[in-house]
């Protein structure tokens, strides 16, 4: 069991991958983040010498401090951040304890820049991939990343002129390679393919290629895909509403996929009737 005010590896995983997990921020000095350019899923990179700064930005009702070690770093930042009254972690035994239990981390160098906020472009009315790797980026990359839907015929300009990052655009970096779609190459860039998100990378793949018999649940994230956007003219909203859908999903995907949903109706005295 973690010591008061720390949480372990294993625990703060099982939390990442959806709305309600905290905010994760990496406060390790920039030697240590040279020596070791990972990050975790979904963390964010500041400097703890201003934590009294960048904390007023903070939106989060919980936070967890990440350091090499989880001792003075991280220890004296998330005290500072209780002081100023945010409910604070640190990660027990930092990256190094993180990086010896196995679980993913997220490679800074796919990306330009890893302070947050990371600006990314696409093509308008979204339909699956557009939603999915969204989610992906949100959930497991960048929490603060931002994302513009345009006229497909401007993506590469609006790229240029507004210093955003192109995704699901023929040709890109950030787009289908084969027969994987945009939501796998993302997966492997940024070393996530852990086997909930593996499973659920093949179910956006059939969906997206109109590949219906490569899962059982492609057929039925299409229709909910595509009802979706008949439902929203706005694409910011549909994203909004879409990220709660891949949250049900990779729930799924990584708790219960093996549960059966049974109908059984009982009599007045709990008898099952024939």
């Known amino acids: ?7 372990s590896a294993d625990k703060l995983f099982r939390l990442l991958g959806s709305a309600q997990s905290p905010l994760l921020i990496d ?26 700064q960048w904390a007023a930005e903070i939106r989060s009702s919980s936070v967890v401090v990440i350091c090499q070690k989880g001792r003075k770093l991280s220890e004296g930042v998330a005290a500072h951040l209780r002081l100023l009254g945010l409910s604070a972690e640190v990660l027990e035994g930092g990256t190094v304890a993180w990086m010896q239990a196995g679980l993913p981390r997220v490679p800074m160098a796919p990306l330009p820049t890893h ?8 093509r308008n009315r979204p339909k699956i991939d557009r939603i999915a ?15 513009l839907f345009v006229t497909a015929s401007e993506v590469d300009a609006v790229a240029e002129r507004f210093d955003a990052i192109p995704f699901d655009m023929e040709g890109g970096v950030w787009s289908h390679h084969g027969e994987r ?16 998100l593996t499973t659920l990378a093949r179910i956006i793949r059939g969906a997206d290629t109109n590949r219906l018999d490569i ?3 492609t057929a039925g994230l299409l229709a909910i895909s595509l009802g979706l956007s008949r439902l929203h003219q706005d694409d910011l909203q549909q994203l909004e509403q879409g990220l709660a859908i891949y949250d049900a999903l990779y729930r799924w995907a990584r708790d219960a996929m ?17």
């Open 258 to 274: 093996d549960e059966k949903h049974d109908w059984i109706v009982r009599g007045p005295r709990n008898e099952v009737k024939e």
């Open 27 to 52: 406060v390790r000095t920039a030697d240590d983040a040279e020596a070791d350019p990972f990050l975790l899923p979904a963390s964010v990179r500041r400097d703890h010498r201003s934590v009294e």
């Open 1 to 7: 069991m973690a010591p008061f005010g720390a949480i």
């Open 215 to 217: 899962a059982p649940e």
């Open 115 to 122: 302070q947050g906020g990371t600006l990314w472009v696409t």
């Open 181 to 196: 779609c945009t939501f796998d190459t993302m997966l492997s860039a940024f070393s996530l393919e852990t086997p909930a």
């Open 133 to 147: 790797c969204p989610w992906l980026i949100r959930r497991f990359v960048d929490p603060f990343a931002r994302f």
